[in-house]
């Protein structure tokens, strides 16, 4: 199950170059975790979070990917972890989207005072530090999932908003937009649908981006046991492998592995899609030398 | 300038205003009285009570809110329940350790991620842009800490090149060089650690920016006068491409921290981070509602200082 993910160290160089296979890589990774994900139950029956065997246990033909302090297997905890990463990157990415979205929107189309007051509170997020913040209110309301997507979402909104709302004000005083106001199409109208579906596909690209950065935050914020004590997760299991780095190494190894393959199988997606949508990425510059 | 300063000065008070404020939502929302989280949990009730009307919990929460503001406008950020200290000097104790771990990491990452980003840019598609570009995003998807863990069993433990964790050897109690010789060894594998991931994302804004660079008009210009590749790529594109260079590395200070306090972590690095996660672990709530607001004020001045960089960089800024 592995080693499609094991995979990924070595074909990366040749990748990078070829953005067909960059994209192709991109697609295997983040399908493997995904499949793993949504087959949890099947491929690893059971609670991953049970003692299923002695502790610390390397890899081996009973426990594939070895067993850790308390005697739970790993191999499972992982399958089982990739519903957790794969939630908390999606669901961010979304809601920092859609407020992404509405703040942006809304602040370059209106433009004045409503512009203003929404700018200051878009830089008012922009420098909040969000791991802080996700720290602080897990500390006082408990490690609840929900939460820590919460915060992040309410965090990673500021990227989008800024990239739409100069697209609104680009394209507000197109001709097309023009006609329509002229045609007497209400304000509301003209902008969900002649300027939101010309101004979105940025927003794409940078919501995608942030896939990658969710999950490795909320794998940070597990490191430090921050994490949904009842969710098994990556980063917990990495957390708990803390004190058992130089004994057993498979603690580690294995959950680090899958967070870089799930993270570069989502930076490869975005990466291609912002090159899908940005023309001048195609055209390399003239070679010096 | 001087205009620009002052209106970008007149935006920090209410930026800060508005931290405090959040800070103090979130402890008021939070489930359970807030003087548990003040003063710890597992006092009676005579303590509990003795408390809230010394601290003032019992009066209306706008009144509650002024004495807050005031408090902290005086540099009182309440007491650690497990140390029964003041937070402030708790804090303040940490950030010389973070800052020479950040600050070395920052230096050095800058450094390579530049001078590796301009030489990609200048062949790209050639063996060394394939090769960094893809080691790059690579890295861009490492978590910092597991970074930190493999470094440290492979090099510190199986090789044993460096120190395992912390900042001083126990033995060495001297100060004076053989005690710089000592950190600087212990700095080595944290401050590496952080670096590479900040080299990934410098060196991918840097390439990315000579490449855009140099497709400009003036490029042209200049190799139509026949002034040499070299003397075009670092005199001419190099300086014209690093100023969003030095937007984003400054608007990132939040990630290098953030960086830093898992770091700090995994080699007993004792700064922000790890005191952080002490406080996580023994719920000291003062001391992390402390470091949200200290790390929130050097975000908000790190913003400041790298606007007015920009502006001072490009003239055109100041005049927008």
């Known amino acids: ?289 | 300038m001087g205009p620009y300063v002052l209106r970008r000065l007149l935006q920090i008070p209410p930026v800060i205003l508005g931290l405090l404020v959040l800070n103090f939502v979130l402890i008021h929302l939070a489930p359970g009285d807030p003087l548990y989280f003040l003063v710890g949990e597992g006092g009676d009730e005579s303590y509990y009570s003795a408390i809230r009307s010394r601290l003032g919990l019992d009066r209306p929460l706008a009144e509650q809110l002024v004495r807050y503001l005031a408090g902290v406008a005086t540099g009182d950020l309440g007491r650690s329940i497990r140390h029964n200290e003041p937070v402030i000097s708790l804090i303040l104790g940490r950030v010389p350790a973070t800052l020479l771990l950040t600050g070395t990491a920052l230096a050095a990452a800058t450094g390579v991620g530049v001078w590796l980003g301009t030489l990609s840019a200048a062949r790209p598609g050639g063996l060394l842009d394939r090769l960094t570009n893809g080691v790059a995003s690579v890295l861009a998807a490492v978590p910092s800490f597991w970074l930190g863990q493999l470094l440290l069993v492979s090099l510190a433990g199986w090789l044993g090149l460096f120190p395992v964790q912390g900042m001083v050897s126990a033995r060495l109690a001297s100060g004076g060089w053989a005690l710089i010789i000592d950190v600087a060894h212990h700095l080595v594998l944290p401050a590496s650690t952080l670096a590479l991931l900040q080299i990934a994302l410098i060196f991918r804004l840097t390439r990315q920016s000579v490449r855009e660079t140099l497709v400009e008009e003036f490029i042209r210009t200049a190799r139509a006068k026949g002034l040499s590749p070299r003397l075009i790529l670092y005199r001419h594109a190099l300086r014209n491409s690093l100023l969003p260079v030095v937007t984003v590395v400054g608007g990132h200070l939040g990630t290098l921290l953030a960086g830093a306090a898992v770091v700090e972590v995994v080699f007993a690095w004792p700064g922000l981070g790890r005191l952080l996660y002490d406080a996580i672990l023994t719920r000291d709530y003062p001391v992390v509602l402390g470091i949200f607001l200290v790390v929130s004020v050097m975000m908000v001045l790190a913003n400041l200082l790298t606007d007015l960089t920009y502006a001072y960089l490009d003239p055109r800024v100041r005049y927008a």
């Open chain 1, 1 to 289: 199950m592995l080693t499609s993910t094991r995979g990924s160290v070595t074909p990366r160089v040749a990748a990078r170059a070829h953005p067909q296979k960059a994209v192709s890589l991109g697609v295997v990774l983040l399908g493997v975790i995904l499949v793993l994900a949504v087959a949890a139950d099947l491929v690893a029956p059971g609670d991953p979070l049970r003692t299923v065997g002695p502790a610390l246990r390397p890899p081996g033909p009973s426990y594939w990917l070895g067993t850790d302090d308390l005697g739970r297997d790993i191999f499972s905890m992982i399958v089982h972890g990739a519903r957790t990463s794969l939630t908390v990157g999606a669901a961010t990415a979304l809601m920092a989207a859609v407020i992404g979205t509405l703040v942006g929107g809304i602040s370059g189309y209106f433009s004045g005072a409503i512009d203003d007051a929404l700018m200051r509170l878009t830089e008012f997020f922009q420098v909040t530090p969000r791991f802080f913040l996700a720290t602080l209110a897990v500390v006082l309301f408990g490690p609840k999932l929900w939460l820590i997507v919460a915060v992040l979402g309410a965090t990673f909104w500021p990227g989008p908003a800024r990239i739409l709302r100069s697209q609104v004000m680009a394209l507000r005083n197109r001709e097309f937009v023009v006609a329509a106001r002229a045609l007497g199409a209400p304000e509301l109208y003209i902008l969900v649908r002649h300027i939101l579906p010309n101004a979105l596909p940025p927003v794409v690209v940078a919501a995608g981006l942030q896939v990658g950065w969710a999950i490795l935050t909320e794998a940070s914020l597990s490191f430090l046991g921050l994490g949904d004590r009842n969710l098994p997760s990556w980063g917990q299991i990495l957390s708990s492998a803390q004190p058992f780095m130089r004994t057993a190494w498979w603690l580690g190894f294995f959950p680090g592995l899958s967070l870089v393959a799930t993270v570069f199988g989502a930076n490869l997606l975005a990466d291609w899609l912002n090159r899908q949508l940005d023309p001048r990425l195609r055209r390399g510059p003239e070679e010096l030398g």
